[in-house]
């Protein structure tokens, strides 16, 4: 079931929005969702964001991570260096290359 199913939307008018807007923030700061209609039609959805926590714990990193493929270090590696070039991303060695810096700590 999608976000704007009228099962689980509000359905409110573009007119709705624009006269009751507080009430209408203040329902989606309760898990309030809401569909917008302009002219009869659906143009869009008001969705609550979800909160982020700033921690997950190391038993639901675990669960997570347990449906994930594993990585294969080497193949990695080769594929970064197929793909990437550090050289064009180290400032010292074109400056030196360039002949910026001198012996004599100038």
């Not at 509000?10 to 700061?29: F, K, V, Y």
């Not at 143009?43 to 347990?66: N, W």
């Not at 990695?76 to 030196?96: F, I, K, Q």
Request: charged share 40%.
């Amino acid at each position: 079931m999608s976000i704007s199913d009228p099962e689980r939307s509000n359905q409110i008018s573009q007119r709705d929005l624009r006269n009751r807007s507080a009430e209408i923030m203040d329902g989606l700061e309760r898990g309030e969702r809401y569909a917008v209609t302009r002219n009869g039609y659906h143009i869009g959805d008001l969705v609550p964001i979800r909160r982020r926590r700033r921690a997950v714990s190391r038993a639901e990193f675990a669960a997570m991570s347990r449906g994930m493929p594993r990585l294969d270090d080497r193949k990695y590696r080769e594929d970064m260096d197929r793909h990437v070039n550090d050289d064009l991303y180290d400032p010292y060695d074109r400056a030196y290359d360039r002949g910026e810096f001198t012996g004599d700590g100038r």
